[in-house]
């Protein structure tokens, strides 16, 4: 080829599209220290269906981003969806976090990389042989040592096809990673009970089986002492954790709820009677 | 020189201010006593202030969430309104040397004069004793101590844990209705929240 300018005018064609392929992924949007990416599991929107979006986070090492409950300070992410007509977003699926902290603050969130995945419900009457444009602007506190709020605007547009939904080979890998870090239902066979005891609450789960170690992370604030190291104690075919409450529950609770987990990859939502 | 020495004093009563382990302060009961040194130099001992309600903010200005009450003019407001009815509002800063927030007595004195905060003192805790005998674990986190020394709230300043100057507007001020029904001679209804914000920036904390 002639000359450079005309390699790269050459060149830059493909680029465009390749960055114009549908379902292909976004570039990353910059967040303080990190990067969001906003994907999709499939690689079109089937009106009548539901597909899942995800926010890829990406940190750099040290700083760290915050769960639903941020446990004694920080923030979650906050997004504000713009949507077409005719798609709708469900609850965020958040993964099990990770106690971050000192002895006396404890934060629940995750550092290093995780990927929140939201549902999208598509209408039956959505119109088809078209592309939509999915936005939404994310606030998200990133936080080390010092914490620094970012904004940011994200978008992925995806074609409106009547055929049924096809992967994306190219974010199929984080879709199944991810659904492995999200916390299971309990299965039905495994029985809990919470007592209140004056200071603590005691939870007791019966496995069929003994357990080393379990981390408990409440759904809501101001019920379980976020610092207070959780004791763990073996029972027959289970284990016990104490739950030291919070100083700012004043009044009294009827259930408690939150992620009961044992190792990585392995939580639980738990939703439990108080007695 | 006749500055380093006055500063090496003030340090030196920061740093030997008597340490005291106490178990962290709770709604309901007796606030711990302290002796802080402020930045305009005084000496504030809490037990003198029996008699009068005493509102305590954690403070970091290097926080968004501080500055989030502070750029809009909110926490002076407070200051400024609940100082006018007799109540005693000590700011305090329980960041250590090297962290987010510390500052030394000039310095602090030059950010009140610039952002017109006005609260009764604003007591230097670079050692975090005072912080940790309160078990403070935000900016800002507010506490409030009524005549008695009993803690009567201890949490968030409102109910819109975000770093948004546009959330105050609308926002229930939880030491507002905290101090209203107090000095109404009422019961605080919303006695503990969860204080939102950053971290404490405590001594030997990496978090």
């Known amino acids: ?275 | 020189m006749k500055r380093l020495i006055i500063f090496s004093m003030l340090f030196a009563l920061v740093v030997l201010g008597t340490p005291q382990l106490i178990l962290a302060a709770k709604v309901g009961q007796p606030a711990p006593d302290f002796t802080g040194t402020a930045s305009n130099n005084q000496t504030y001992h809490l037990a003198d202030y029996h008699g009068k309600f005493v509102v305590l903010e954690w403070h970091n200005n290097g926080c968004p969430y501080t500055q989030k009450h502070y750029n809009s003019g909110n926490m002076q407001k407070l200051q400024k309104q609940w100082t006018a009815q007799g109540v005693v509002w000590f700011t305090i800063i329980s960041s250590a040397p090297g962290k987010q927030g510390y500052v030394d007595a000039n310095g602090e004195n030059t950010y009140m004069a610039k952002m017109g905060a006005a609260p009764t003192a604003a007591l230097l805790d670079p050692t975090g004793t005072i912080g940790q005998s309160f078990d403070a674990k935000t900016t800002p986190q507010m506490i409030i101590i009524n005549p008695q020394g009993v803690i009567i709230y201890d949490g968030a300043i409102d109910n819109r844990p975000t770093d948004d100057a546009k959330d105050i507007a609308g926002a229930t001020n939880y030491v507002n209705l905290a101090l209203g029904q107090a000095l109404a001679g009422k019961p605080v209804e919303t006695a503990a929240t969860r204080p939102y914000g950053c971290s404490v920036k405590y001594k030997g904390s990496w978090f």
């Not at chain 1, 199944?176 to 029985?191: D, F, H, Q, T, V």
């Open chain 1, 1 to 275: 080829m002639r000359n450079p300018i005309e390699v790269i005018c050459f060149f830059s064609r493909f680029i465009l599209v390749l960055i114009l392929l549908p379902g292909a992924r976004a570039s990353a949007a910059s967040i303080p220290h990190g990067t969001v990416d906003f994907v999709a599991e499939n690689q079109w929107i089937t009106p009548g269906g539901q597909t899942y979006f995800g926010l890829n986070f990406q940190l750099e090492k040290g700083w760290h981003i915050y769960w639903i409950n941020p446990g004694d300070s920080g923030q979650p992410p906050r997004v504000e969806w713009h949507l077409p007509s005719g798609l709708k977003t469900g609850e965020i699926e958040w993964p099990a976090p990770r106690r971050l902290g000192t002895p006396t603050i404890v934060d629940f969130g995750y550092d290093h990389a995780v990927m929140l995945l939201v549902p999208v419900r598509a209408s039956t009457t959505l119109p088809t042989n078209r592309a939509v444009q999915l936005a939404a602007e994310l606030r998200v506190l990133v936080c080390r040592e010092i914490c620094i709020p970012g904004k940011t605007q994200i978008s992925l547009t995806l074609p409106i096809k009547s055929m049924p939904p096809e992967v994306n080979v190219q974010t199929s890998e984080l879709f199944i990673a991810a659904r492995m870090s999200l916390p299971r239902r309990a299965p039905g066979e495994w029985k809990f009970n919470v007592s209140d005891q004056k200071d603590s609450f005691v939870l007791t789960a019966k496995l069929g089986r003994h357990m080393a170690r379990a981390t408990f992370f409440p759904f809501e604030e101001s019920q379980v002492d976020n610092s207070a190291p959780q004791k763990i104690m073996p029972v027959a075919a289970g284990f016990q954790l104490e739950l030291r409450k919070s100083d700012q529950l004043l009044k009294p609770m009827k259930r408690l709820k939150g992620v009961l987990e044992f190792s990585a990859n392995q939580a639980y939502v738990i939703d439990v009677a108080i007695n």
